[in-house]
Nanobody, 119 residues
């Protein structure tokens, strides 16, 4: 069982930046971020493999950057030029399979952290 703990969410203004962190209790997992707005489906944001290969949803490329520190078993999501439309609960996920992770079928999820962007 892998425990994932997210942090770094909060209330910011449009145009601001925010960095989310997710610490995992295990290692050697592909890790990623999803987000969900109430009433809508959970949306893939970005993922990173154990070797550092990154994947992004097209609409967020250029504004969001995913990275990881394998020594700390931690993945980060740097979010720049935030927009009110980025308001959501952001969830961290981990999986041995990067494909399954990007499909949203990971067995391991964090509790979520709220990001609110005011206009």
């Amino acid at each position: 069982q892998v425990q994932l703990v997210e942090s770094g969410g909060g209330l910011v203004q449009a145009g601001d930046s925010l960095r989310l962190s997710c610490a995992a209790s295990g290692r050697n997992y592909a890790m990623g971020w999803f987000r969900q707005v109430p009433g809508k489906e959970r949306e893939f944001v970005a993922s990173i493999s154990t070797s550092g290969s990154t994947y992004y949803t097209d609409s967020l490329k250029g504004r969001f950057t995913i990275s990881r520190d394998n020594a700390k078993n931690t993945v980060y999501l740097q979010m720049n030029s935030l927009e009110p439309e980025d308001t959501a609960i952001y969830y961290c996920a981990a999986d041995f399979s990067g494909i399954r992770l990007r499909d949203g079928r990971s067995p391991y999820w964090g509790q979520g952290t709220q990001v609110t962007v005011s206009s």
